[in-house]
């Protein structure tokens, strides 16, 4: 089960024989997070980058306030990490936590270096994956300086259905960067 999974993210871009699969599959780390656990705190040196194999993880910003702002959402078959602190190892910008109990596969960013140097098709995929991830937050920055809030939720209802029946109203919010309360109106209004 684990494998299948990865394996089908894996060769939407990239093909593996079965010595390089096998390799592939034998550095991810597999562990369980019961719902609100933390994978990623804010401070800690950012070491994985993250494959949902199933449950639904958060990535947000803790201003000195303490407000959060949700910065990105992973369901199962996506992969999520604070990438400019995993790429430079530093210490995380973003606090990622399980929304639902999730099954998390972890590659470390050793093993990632190395599997660049032993199977450099990897480079293609992971490339592809970082450029897909440029261009949806390239987006979204744009549709948050031209479009109205309720727009952005009507194209976020559009875009991500299954995150939307999963995740908590006051998470929407923070990722639009309203109130819940406002959002509240803009649902309200909908429903009329």
């Known amino acids: 089960m684990m494998q299948n999974l990865v394996l089908k993210n ?3 871009h990239i093909s593996l024989d079965e010595n390089e699969t096998a390799y592939f599959l034998s550095i991810l780390k ?4 019961p719902k609100r656990s ?45 990438m400019a602190c995993f790429v430079n190892q530093q210490p995380a910008m973003l606090n990622i936590e399980a929304i639902e109990d999730s099954l998390i596969l972890h590659l ?8 660049y140097l032993k199977i450099p098709k990897f480079e ?18 744009i549709q948050n300086l031209s479009l109205t809030a309720e727009q952005r939720y009507y194209i976020f209802l559009e875009k991500y259905p299954q995150i939307a029946k999963q995740i908590k109203q006051k ?4 990722y639009l960067g309203i109130t819940p309360e406002f959002l509240s109106m803009i649902r309200a209004q909908k429903n009329k």
């Open 38 to 82: 933390i994978i990623l705190k804010e401070g800690e040196i950012c070491k994985t980058i993250n494959f949902v194999q199933s449950g639904t993880l958060r990535a947000f910003y803790r201003d000195p306030t303490g407000k959060e702002s949700t910065i990105m959402f992973a369901i199962s078959d996506w992969w999520i990490t604070d």
């Open 108 to 115: 470390q960013k050793e093993d990632l270096d190395d599997l």
């Open 10 to 12: 894996i060769t939407k």
């Open 171 to 174: 998470q929407i919010a923070s």
């Open 124 to 141: 293609r995929f992971f490339r592809i994956i970082m450029q897909n991830a440029y261009i949806r937050e390239q987006l979204r920055i």
């Open 30 to 33: 597999e562990k369980k997070y």
